[in-house]
């Protein structure tokens, strides 16, 4: 069994700071790919931000330049810094992860249960 445990979320001022962090547990082999998503209310879920297990990160147009990922690959744990927030990155946001546990012979794609992110003007 694997969980994925975020903190981190909370109420903010148009251009505050955020850290989410997000922390994998349970029977892991290798972890692949671990990102966040946001689904603002009413809308779908859209990617955030992707950090490999080798490479560079990504980022959605909308937040390249205030949001920085990353990764403590010994402990199992993904961050979202998150500056300069602006009222439209209001969200739940989602941690994400492609992980081959001790049981399975290929990756599966896990999910956190969601962090609200409130940015108020």
């Known amino acids: 069994q694997v969980q994925l445990v975020e903190s981190g979320g909370g109420l903010v001022q148009v251009g505050g700071s955020l850290r989410l962090s997000c922390a994998a547990s349970?029977?892991?082999?290798?972890?692949?790919?671990m990102g966040w998503y946001r689904q603002p209310l009413g809308k779908q879920r859209e990617l955030v931000a992707i950090i490999p297990s080798v490479g560079s990160a990504s980022y959605a147009d909308s937040v390249k330049g205030r949001f920085t990922i990353s990764r403590n690959y010994a402990n199992n744990t993904v961050f979202l810094q998150m500056e300069s927030l602006k009222s439209e990155d209001t969200a739940v946001y989602y941690c994400?992860?492609?992980?081959?546990?001790?049981?399975?012979?290929?990756?599966?794609?896990?999910w956190g249960q969601g962090t609200q992110v409130t940015v108020s003007s």
């Open positions: 349970g029977s892991i082999r290798s972890i692949n790919a």
């Open positions: 994400n992860a492609r992980i081959r546990t001790r049981l399975t012979p290929r990756d599966y794609n896990y």
